[in-house]
Every structure is written in structure tokens, then in C-alpha cells.
């Protein structure tokens, strides 16, 4: 079977065009706003034709012209949406709702470009805000193009993502076949320690020049002291209430659980830290339990590599995606 080919709308550093290109999908095109990811993109996908533009400005003759004249299978990525407290509450609909013209922005690319597959990946909350009728609103969108849209609560973790990372998946298509979303892998979850153990050991401030990305956060000694109270899978309760801070997340001020896959990783780890060492987790760590290989580098500063990370699709979890879209490809080609 020929190659399918996708185009990545909102692709961040490339954690799903990383994983359709190890289902071996062909990349025709990639856009992302964001200075830092496009940067990363760039640098790990030399081959590949990244944008760095604002999806909104893309008109139609530069879109036609960014496919080359190739055929596009599927368009995927995971627009922001920020309009969850808003809508419902006060009479406006998801999709009127200025914040979340970015979606519409997908919607109509994808118009535009008419692929046979569409992948949409956001946050879990989607799938049941406002009693469902986001979600309705949503597929509805998709419906008026012609595309068949259904959506799933898929966790990471059951595609060797050795993390508890839950996020909604919209899978759909125009060729009248049924839509298939990934089944979960039987195998038994990858642990935190599995996933990173390996790695050299660093103290506070130390990096590791061997590794890309593997540089601990120069804590200070009055974090290092709370830290080191804490235990494997342990959280503030371990530190002595005289120097344990009073308020705050509960996600913070934690360590991992060496035995179990981590937590969601987000855009801030720096108060989450290592189940053994005194220190929050490097970018390398965060990126090996988002399933990014180590040869994979992040640029630009500190802070904003953790916040790539942190946004990514775990490559494995995209890899899931795309090897279900082949299916369905399959089983348009197959006589009935």
C-alpha cells in the first residue's frame, strides 16, 4: 500500500508527526505558531516543511500551494480551546465563542485541503463539557463538511506511554467507513523507574553534556531541604509542618511513584520531583516518559523546553492514532 500522507495543524515540537511518521506516513506540510516549537520541529524534522505562522493566516492559495500538488490523507493536530467555563453559561454556543476560533480554523483547513481522514486530540474535558453538547457541537462542524465524526476518551497509558495521560481523540472521514479508534495494549503499564532509571544521575544544578537535554534545575536549599523529607510516591504530608507549605496544588511537592507511570506531564514539573534523586525531573526525563527518543532535542530555554514538552502528544500515543487510521484505509480498499 502506498504511503499515506498527513498534514500537521497546530503540531507543537511534533510529538504526532513523530508518531504517524513511525507508522510510516509521509509529511507533507507541519504549521505552529509558537517561535520555540517551530524551532524544535525544524530541528528534528529536517526533512520535513515546517511553518511558523498562525494557522488563522494561511489562506487557501498558500495551503494549496504548501501541498505541492500531492494528495492529502489526513489532517491532524490538537487546536487550543479555551472556552469551556464560557460556553453554556451564558447562552453562547462552543463554537460562537471567539476564544475557540482556532477550532473553526481547523475545520476549515481541513475544507480546504479535503482529506479522506481528520485527527482532532485535545483535552479530556471536551468530551463531556456542558453535558456533551461541546462535543455535538463539534462533530456537528465537522458533519457540515461532509465528514463522519466520532470521539473517545483515550488514556496514554494503555499504548506504552508510561504515563497517565487522558486526552479526547476525534477521529473521522469522508469515504463512508466505520472509524476505528486504537484498542488498549495488554501489556503491563511501563513504570516511571523503567522508563528513566537508566539515565545518569544528576545532583541539583548538575548536567549530563552526553545526554541532550539532561540538565537538573539548580534548586535552592530551602526547596532541596522540603524535597528531601519526601518519599517514593510520597507528597507534602512527609515534610514537617514547620517548613511545609500551607497552600497550593496538590500535584505539587510530590515524587513520582517509581513503581507506577507517572502523572500528566504538563508544561510545569518543577515542584514534582525524582523518586530517588533530590531534584525535579530534566527535560531528557520528561521527554522519555512522553516517549521521545533520546536523540530528539529541545531548544531554546529551559523553561520553554519543559513547556514543549509538556504540550507534546506522547510520540507513542500518536503512533496508536496513526496505525488505526491505516486500518481504516485498509478497509476502504477492502471488497465487501
Do not use: W
Not at 515540537?13 to 520541529?41: H, M, N, W
Not at 457540515?144 to 476525534?170: A, H, M, T, W
Not at 510516591?233 to 517548613?243: E, L, N, V, Y
Request: aromatic share 8%.
Amino acid at each position: 500500500m502506498q504511503k499515506l500522507s498527513f498534514v500537521d495543524l497546530f503540531s507543537g515540537v511534533g510529538g504526532l508527526s513523530k508518531g504517524f511518521v513511525d507508522a510510516r506516513f509521509e509529511q507533507i506540510f507541519a504549521v505552529d505558531i509558537d517561535k520555540d516549537a517551530y524551532s524544535t520541529y525544524k530541528q528534528n524534522f529536517p526533512n520535513h516543511t515546517v511553518i511558523n505562522k498562525d494557522v488563522a493566516e494561511l489562506k487557501k492559495l498558500e495551503l494549496l500551494q504548501l501541498t505541492k500538488n500531492k494528495r492529502v490523507d489526513v489532517v491532524i493536530g490538537g487546536p487550543p480551546c479555551q472556552g469551556f467555563s464560557m460556553a453554556g453559561n451564558i447562552g453562547r454556543q462552543f463554537t460562537d465563542d471567539p476564544r475557540n476560533h482556532l477550532f473553526k480554523e481547523f475545520v476549515r483547513v481541513v475544507k480546504i485541503l479535503n482529506p479522506k481522514y481528520v485527527v482532532m486530540e485535545n483535552v479530556a474535558r471536551l468530551e463531556t463539557h456542558n453535558k456533551g453538547k461541546t462535543k455535538l457541537e463539534i462533530i456537528s462542524e465537522f458533519n457540515k463538511i461532509g465528514y463522519l465524526v466520532e470521539s473517545k476518551i483515550l488514556c496514554s497509558v494503555d499504548y506504552e506511554v508510561p504515563q497517565v495521560r487522558n486526552r479526547v481523540f476525534f477521529i473521522g472521514n469522508r469515504v463512508g467507513i466505520k472509524n476505528i479508534f486504537p484498542k488498549k495494549n495488554n501489556k503491563k503499564h511501563i513504570t516511571v523507574k523503567e522508563a528513566i532509571n537508566d539515565l545518569p544521575k544528576l545532583k541539583s544544578g548538575e548536567e549530563d553534556l552526553t545526554i541532550l537535554n539532561h540538565k537538573a534545575m539548580n534548586h535552592k536549599e530551602q526547596m532541596l531541604k522540603k524535597m528531601s523529607y519526601i518519599q517514593d510516591g510520597g507528597d507534602r504530608t512527609h515534610i514537617p509542618k514547620s517548613i511545609r507549605p500551607k497552600t497550593g496544588d496538590p500535584r505539587k511537592y510530590i515524587k513520582y511513584n517509581s513503581e507506577k507511570p507517572s502523572i500528566c506531564i504538563t508544561g510545569d514539573m518543577r515542584k514534582v520531583f525524582h523518586y530517588s534523586q533530590n531534584r525535579a525531573l530534566t527535560v531528557r526525563e520528561l521527554a522519555r516518559i512522553q516517549t521521545f527518543p533520546d536523540k530528539f532535542e529541545f531548544t531554546g530555554s529551559s523553561i520553554s523546553q519543559q513547556q514543549q514538552v509538556g504540550d507534546a502528544v506522547p510520540p507513542k500515543f500518536g503512533e496508536a492514532i496513526a496505525n488505526v487510521i491505516k486500518e481504516m484505509e485498509k478497509c476502504q480498499h477492502t471488497p465487501k
